[in-house]
């Protein structure tokens, strides 16, 4: 990869080194300090940097924050970039995020990623006008309700279990339809904290818009709730979609470089084999195909080699299904479950996570689940369950 030239790498850096200075954080700072560092490549660095450089550039720092980009040349700051709508209230404040660091102190305990990506959200908060205590507060509501729903009408949950002094983190691995959703309901005494229910409590109002200051909040709200709700005994059902290694790194360490070591959970992986397998020829042709010029449902799949065309046709059906689903809940034909919420995602996203998901993991703490059509409910369910029994092993 081409080393990027950052114009505000140096105001960049020594905000981190402040906050690592400020709260004698060794690991931070060394990360901060070498110049090879894996952090610079990373998105959470690419944003933060951009939003310096929008603050100390000439001209009107509002108006220069629509200017801030993502790693993927996306503005930060976008509700709906097409119709230029943003979402900037006010200019950040570099010196009180890094003391409003203390409120959310928990971070210091995990790794340099964790202590970025938290002091990155404190101050796309203050730009969007969020307080973070408040998203926190309310996804810990959402939280505690599910439990007591959960604890109520799920045969499976049993309140004298439902804390343990050996919790565990479980991460599925794998994309839409891969039976993620069969094999939770197989696992007793976990709570389910779902990035999709998290940004859809916290920020239906813009849509979900899924852009970047929405996700940095979202998934920040996901991992303090995991943090809290582990520390505090409960096992976790890490729920996204988490199939590209490096996006899922920052938690699982699959990467063992400095940024990302140094959680301190009981982590399960649990991987959900994609419904073909395919070449390394096939996953090229599938990934040559763009889903953002050209809608799924205009893709001519006759030309495409069978386990991409069968690719092709899955995105399509999950993709139309979940649309027609949405707009019965928004057309108040059926009610949205606030538990499992559902709303379209870009097929082009759908199939980003199909791509990802032929990564498979290594570590020796990984549970694979292979692909296995079951039509018989009975049967699928005890299939999901033996894989079950095995997120509370000593493996």
């Known amino acids: 990869m081409e080393k990027r030239e950052f114009k505000r790498h140096v105001e960049t850096r020594n905000l981190l080194k402040k906050v690592a200075a400020r709260y004698g954080l060794k690991k931070l700072s060394d990360v901060v300090e070498n110049d090879n560092s894996l952090l610079y490549e990373k998105d959470v660095y690419i944003c933060l940097h951009n939003i310096v450089d929008a603050a100390l550039m000439p001209g009107d720092v509002i108006e220069n924050l629509r200017l801030a980009k993502n790693l993927y040349n996306s503005p930060v700051f976008a509700v709906n970039f097409q119709k230029g709508i943003f979402l900037i209230k006010n200019k950040p404040d570099f010196e009180e995020a890094i003391l409003r660091m203390k409120d959310f102190s928990n971070c210091f305990h995990l790794n340099p990623y964790s202590i970025i990506n938290t002091f990155l959200a404190i101050i796309e908060a203050q730009i969007t006008g969020f307080d973070l205590a408040k998203l926190y507060e309310e996804g810990k509501t959402h939280i505690e309700n599910f439990i007591k729903h959960s604890l109520k009408n799920n045969s ?174 928004t057309n108040g034909k059926k009610q949205q479950d606030k538990f499992d919420v559902l709303y379209s995602v870009p097929a082009a996203i759908v199939k980003l996570f199909v791509e990802q998901s032929f990564d498979v993991p290594k570590n020796e703490n990984a549970v694979i689940i292979p692909r296995k059509e079951i039509p018989n409910e009975e049967e699928r369910s005890a299939f999901y369950r033996e894989y079950a029994k095995q997120m509370f092993s000593s493996r």
């Open 156 to 329: 499976n949950w049993d309140e004298k279990t439902l804390v343990s002094k050996k919790p565990v983190l479980i991460i599925p691995i794998g994309a839409a339809g891969g039976g993620k959703s069969t094999f939770y309901r197989e696992l007793s005494n976990v709570i389910n904290i779902s990035c999709d229910n998290v940004r859809y409590l916290l920020f239906k109002d813009f849509g979900p818009c899924f852009n970047s200051w929405e996700s940095c909040l979202a998934w920040w709200a996901v991992n303090q709730l995991t943090d809290n709700y582990l520390n505090n005994g409960f096992s976790v059902f890490y729920n996204g979609v988490n199939t590209d290694m490096e996006y899922r790194s920052p938690i699982t360490m699959e990467n063992s470089d400095p940024l990302y070591s140094g959680i301190p959970y009981k982590i399960k992986l649990v991987y959900f084999e994609p419904p073909v397998k395919l070449s390394p020829g096939e996953l090229k042709e599938l990934k040559s195909i763009n889903l953002w010029t050209t809608p799924v449902d205009k893709i001519d799949i006759t030309p495409l080699s069978p386990n991409v065309a069968k690719i092709i046709e899955l995105v399509k059906n999950n993709f139309q299904r979940t649309l027609t689903r949405t707009e019965e809940i």
